[in-house]
């Protein structure tokens, strides 16, 4: 479940950027939600969600301006 709302998050800011070039962390964002995510094991898909967080956390407040 909280995969899902990062990826509803990611995806408002893909949104965003569309009128401008998105942000490199984006696509990285992306891949951690999606490719590392499905790859890891079970005890450490927690440590990729939380790296996720961040990173999206970042990219809202730098694409933002806040």
């Given at each position: 479940?909280?995969?899902d709302?990062?990826?509803?998050r990611?995806?408002r800011?893909?949104?965003i ?14 891949k ?7 790859k ?7 440590a990729?969600?939380?790296a ?15």
């Amino acid at each position: 479940m909280r995969r899902d709302e990062l990826v509803t998050r990611l995806h408002r800011l893909g949104n965003i950027s569309k009128i401008s070039k998105p942000h490199p962390g984006y696509k990285r964002a992306l891949k951690l939600l999606n490719d590392t995510f499905r790859k890891s094991k079970m005890a450490q898909r927690l440590a990729v969600l939380q790296a996720a967080a961040w990173l999206i956390d970042v990219l809202e407040r730098v694409t933002t301006g806040l």
